[in-house]
């Protein structure tokens, strides 16, 4: 089951040098402003902590892995300042995930929309279900994959992100996303999955963590820009939002 909480959840377990972040949300395991802070904050201790040699990140139930960023808080933005902090939640994270000292595996069980592309994205080594399919939803809602498009791009290229992009209403299928290079194993079911995460995530943790955490940095090395790009993003985000075209269209899917 997942959490009823309309604020999200998010739990961290360490055991055996992996720490585990799980977070939630009544609706499909989006994220609100707060969840997406929290989740920030979390990265960011878990990074300082030395007892910590892998992390796990992965969200509640069965069903969809992200629906992105809160509908609700994107219909409430009313000006551009507001706009810039609704879009700079995901920028935080994903920052915060490549920033990470440790590596970042994701394991998604199911359906992600727009920012949870970007999460899986910002992942170093993702396991998958076939459930998992994966759709860039932006242009259908009037505004664009901005934020999220040097982590999606870095992993699938300027091809896959095009095709994702400019077909917002198309699912791409788990095969598509490992053979563009998001997903790094995809099975046939979330219990085979987890059998191997559990597997792969032991052995991993058993590795040198220096040794680990110089892989985690040169993986990285090339996008030191980000923190300074995504805001950047966020702000163009932010104001595409409070586009007539963009207001027209969410008012419309509102009803």
Not at 68 to 73: I, K, P, Q
Not at 105 to 134: N, P, T, W
Not at 167 to 182: D, F, I, R, T
Request: one cysteine or more.
């Amino acid at each position: 089951m997942g959490t009823n909480r309309p604020n999200g959840s998010l739990y961290t377990k360490i055991e055996n040098r992996t720490a585990t972040i799980e977070f939630g949300h009544p609706a499909s395991n989006s994220f609100v402003r707060e969840l997406l802070d929290r989740l920030t904050d979390e990265l960011k201790n878990i990074s300082s902590n030395e007892a910590v040699t892998v992390v796990v990140l992965r969200s509640e139930g069965e069903r969809a892995f992200c629906a992105g960023a809160s509908f609700d808080e994107l219909l409430a933005i009313s000006n551009p300042d507001e706009g810039t902090t609704f879009f700079s939640g995901f920028a935080n994270v994903i920052n915060a995930m490549r920033e990470c000292t440790q590596p970042i595996i994701g394991r998604v069980q199911g359906k992600a929309v727009g920012g949870g592309v970007g999460l899986i994205a910002a992942c170093d080594y993702v396991f998958a279900s076939e459930a998992s399919a994966i759709r860039l939803s932006e242009l259908s809602i009037g505004i664009a994959p901005l934020v999220i498009e040097p982590a999606v791009q870095r992993k699938i290229g300027i091809a896959g992100f095009t095709e994702l992009a400019l077909s917002p209403a198309e699912w791409k299928n788990a095969y598509w996303a490992q053979e563009k290079g998001l997903y790094s194993k995809v099975f046939n079911s979330i219990k085979e999955m987890d059998k191997e995460l559990e597997f792969f995530m032991a052995s991993l943790a058993s590795y040198n963590p220096e040794a680990l955490r110089a892989i985690k940095k040169i993986l990285w090395e090339d996008t030191t820009s980000w923190s300074e790009l995504l805001t950047k993003r966020a702000e163009i985000s932010g104001k595409l939002a409070l586009s007539p075209a963009s207001k027209e269209k969410l008012k419309s899917l509102k009803k």
